[in-house]
């Protein structure tokens, strides 16, 4: 729901926070748990964003589309759960509210590689229609701001469950900086610009 077309941007920013939750909950020595629900997650998250697979039906019989369909989450969806069993083996209280966001970058990093890599589906992405947040990318690229996102749903967390100030002006400060630079960005570029430019109509068409 947090990309195109449904572009619901802002759910992105606490859709997280049951995950984060439930990896909490899993011992530290469980190893496997984290695996299987970081796995769980994925695949259902790459199940969703890969629909758009069902567009091949003029091209291809429906079989064939459904294996494929299947084969893409649950290849993805293991990214997802070397993203949890990382968080499991590496799991400490002190850099607890980076190391989920680092880990979560790295998978999105390592799945872009290869043959058969894909960027499509980071978190990053689905900030297109939020153009303050956005302008964090001319800086920290796309992985960047899925590391932002992380964050934030991670600070989310921390103010549920601890329901204290800190946690609060963590939140507030971080998102506030973020917002301010992009403001600035974006009303600064359409101060300069303004009278002295035409619109145009753009089309990016994908190579293949």
């Not at 229609?129 to 964050?151: D, E, K, T």
């Not at 469950?161 to 002006?169: L, N, T, Y």
């Not at 301010?180 to 035409?198: L, N, P």
Request: charged fraction near 15%.
């Amino acid at each position: 729901m947090v990309f195109p077309k449904i572009n619901f941007w802002w759910i992105s920013y606490f859709c997280l926070v049951p995950l984060i939750y439930s990896l909490k909950k899993i011992k530290r020595n469980n190893k496997k748990g984290f695996f299987k629900l970081g796995f769980l997650y994925g695949s259902i998250f790459m199940f969703v964003f890969h629909n758009w697979i069902f567009s091949l039906k003029e091209w291809a019989p429906w079989f064939l589309i459904v294996v494929l369909w299947v084969l893409a989450a649950v290849y993805f969806g293991l990214f997802y759960g070397i993203m949890a069993y990382l968080y499991g083996l590496i799991e400490d209280e002190a850099w607890d509210i980076i190391l989920i966001p680092s880990c979560w970058v790295f998978v999105e990093w390592l799945r872009s590689l290869g043959p058969l890599g894909n960027s499509a589906g980071a978190l990053g992405y689905s900030q297109t229609n939020f153009l303050y947040m956005l302008q964090a990318a001319s800086i920290v690229g796309v992985f960047g701001l899925s590391f932002i996102i992380v964050l934030i749903n991670g600070l989310i967390y921390k103010v549920l469950e601890s329901r204290g100030k800190k946690g609060v002006i963590s939140l507030v400060l971080v998102v506030s900086i973020l917002v301010g630079f992009g403001y600035f960005r974006v009303e600064k570029d359409a101060f300069i610009c303004k009278g002295s430019y035409e619109k145009r109509l753009v089309s990016i068409v994908q190579g293949n």
